[in-house]
């Protein structure tokens, strides 16, 4: 259950990288489209990413049963810091969504903007957490490279080929 | 950072009030200006900036263009036109009880990429008898504006051009984010120019000056900027804000025959919840029936004088 909790969150981070990776760079003013497209986007990759990944974990668990479960261990720290933040962040989003004028800045202001300053340090923070929770190398390799992906996704979605790149000079 | 450090943006385009034509920039002048207030960082961006003794004009035009896209997506998740609605529809009423004039002219000053005027346009449904204008100094960015207006079949209009000489007057004048560039004589003067050209109503969007400004505005331009120029000067903006106090006291002594208050003005230990306020300015007989058309939000605007 709880690689595919963590398999979900990347797919959520990834999409809302998506958005993020291509906020800013689209002047007009209708961009439901340019936005879902973005997101589709990024939740490609993300699934590619749990694609690659998840062939590691097999590869390791055809390996050994100790470094399986070594990889159980790091996913449930991992689950436990980034689900916190994640629900923190959807509840926001879904504020900022449904609610009123007055919610949806609030919700900006106390939640989105910030925790989109902080969310590296927390994906660095989970990572390390779940390093140091599996006691295992490989785990902590795992959960590493996993966390200096996540980190890097939105800026490797930003060198894809936006439609912006005619309207703006570079 | 200290208020009276002059935003980057400023000191990058420089152009003559009265013809509109575009002065060169000289590396040298700006450098002069930073050096003399100690902007380290604001040298940095001007360093990035190509041209040898004349700072290139392209290059400019591009930081700008980048730095206001970005901008305009802090303008949509703050809901900069969903707020101004919250003004702009009440008064609009007013306008048609008591102007006969039409169209209704809505004049944004200093518009940058037009997103007020483009987003009133695309969903502010404000009638058929309302026309929109954006006016803004810079050709790059009332070029791409305008652009952009034809390419999403927006009914509004950009030109470069001075709003306060336009052939046919403005009955509303807007702006968003300009006040605080304005500082001392030349605050006065631009409430002064308002009164002049004739307008029924003023409505000018700033960020509330407050203790939380400059950290809440650091916050969101790191989670959200790419531009170096648009950081610097983001924050500097939030730094440079003016009280309701100096913008009414401003208005007062140069713009009557209007009367004034601040929408959102009102202190509060939590100013997060309020970010931005919008000073008000109207002609004497449409304030009654304006702060009745207002309904429960009439409690946010402060007593016109």
């Known amino acids: 259950m709880t690689p595919w909790l963590l398999a979900l969150l990347v797919l959520v981070d990834g999409t809302l990288c ?32 749990v694609g690659g990944f998840l062939g590691v974990a097999m590869a390791m668990r055809n390996h050994s049963s100790d470094d399986w479960s070594a990889l159980l261990v790091a996913a449930d720290a991992m689950v436990l810091v980034y689900g916190v933040f994640a629900t923190l962040v959807l509840s926001a ?78 | 950072m200290r208020a009276d450090w002059p935003e980057l943006s400023d000191l990058l385009l420089d152009v003559d009030p009265e013809t509109l034509a575009r002065r060169p920039v000289r590396r040298a002048a700006v450098n002069a200006v930073l050096e003399k207030h100690g902007m380290r960082v604001g040298r940095s961006v001007v360093d990035a900036i190509p041209g040898a003794d004349v700072l290139d004009p392209d290059a400019i035009d591009g930081v700008l263009l980048r730095s206001h896209t970005e901008l305009q997506r802090l303008s949509f998740e703050f809901q900069n036109g969903v707020r101004l609605l919250q003004l702009l529809k009440p008064l609009l009423n007013v306008l048609r009880a008591n102007v006969t004039e039409r169209p209704l002219r809505i004049v944004d000053i200093g518009c940058g990429l037009g997103f007020v005027v483009r987003w009133l346009a695309a969903y502010g449904e404000l009638g058929d008898d309302v026309e929109l204008l954006g006016c803004d100094f ?10 952009l207006t034809e390419e999403e079949r927006l009914r509004c209009e950009f030109r470069v051009t001075n709003a306060f000489t336009l052939e046919r007057r403005a009955h509303v004048f807007l702006s968003t984010g300009v006040l605080h560039h304005f500082r001392g004589d030349d605050l006065g003067r631009f409430f002064q120019r308002q009164a002049q050209a004739g307008a029924k109503a003023l409505l000018h969007c700033d960020i509330k000056a407050s203790w ?54 009102a202190w509060s230990p939590l100013p997060i919840l309020r970010s931005l306020n919008t000073l008000v300015g109207l002609e004497p007989s449409l304030a009654e029936p304006f702060v009745s058309a207002l309904g429960k939000s009439k409690a946010r605007l402060g007593a016109l004088s």
């Not at chain 1, 660095?124 to 902590?140: D, E, K």
């Not at chain 1, 490797?156 to 912006?164: D, E, K, M």
């Not at chain 2, 810079?138 to 652009?147: R, S, T, V």
């Open chain 1, 93 to 170: 989003l879904a504020l900022y969504l449904v609610g009123s004028f007055d919610f949806a800045v609030l919700s900006s202001v106390l939640v989105l903007g910030p925790f989109t300053l902080v969310r590296p340090l927390v994906i660095i923070g989970g990572a390390v957490f779940a390093a140091w929770t599996s006691q295992h190398l490989g785990a902590a390799i795992f959960c590493l490279s996993a966390g200096a992906v996540m980190v890097s996704f939105e800026r490797l979605l930003a060198l894809g080929s936006p439609p912006w790149r005619g309207l703006l000079p570079q």
């Open chain 1, 18 to 49: 998506g958005f993020r990776a291509a906020a800013g760079r689209n002047p007009r003013i209708r961009l439901r489209d340019y936005y879902a497209a973005s997101m589709r986007r990024g939740a490609l990759v993300s699934v590619l990413v």
């Open chain 2, 212 to 265: 939380a400004a400059p950290l809440g505005s650091w916050i969101f331009h790191q989670a959200r900027m790419r531009e170096p120029l648009a950081r610097h000067d983001g924050v500097l903006s939030a730094v440079r804000a003016h009280s309701p106090e100096v913008m009414l006291a401003a208005a007062k002594s140069h713009g009557r025959p209007l009367v004034y208050s601040v929408f959102d003005g």
């Open chain 2, 138 to 147: 810079n050709p790059a960015l009332i070029g791409l504006a305008q652009k």
